[in-house]
């Protein structure tokens, strides 16, 4: 089981239910290519609107969090710790 998560992203857009999306790039380690994935991410206290929604879109974030899954949202990061890069 994954019981910590670093997540290093871009703020993308605001969702409902205090949910946010981040856009994530990968590099494979033999061919090189770089993937890009969307990853939902809400804040620890699971209020409608939190500090998670007021970073700025486009800004560079490290989020340190765990993983879990919601209904609808599927499974997500839930951020314990924020730091918004510029």
């Given at each position: 089981m994954i019981s910590d998560?670093?997540?290093v992203g871009i703020a993308n857009d605001n969702l409902?239910?205090?949910f946010r999306d981040f856009v994530v790039e990968s590099t494979d380690g033999l061919s090189g290519n770089i993937k890009t994935s969307i990853l939902?991410?809400?804040y620890w206290s699971k209020?409608?609107?939190t500090r998670i929604n007021r970073i700025k879109y486009g800004a560079n974030v490290v989020i340190r969090g765990r993983?879990?899954?919601d209904e609808e949202f599927g499974l997500h990061v839930v951020a314990e710790s924020i730091f918004v890069c510029g």
């Open positions: 998560v670093v997540l409902e239910r205090g939902k991410v809400r209020e409608p609107y993983l879990e899954t």
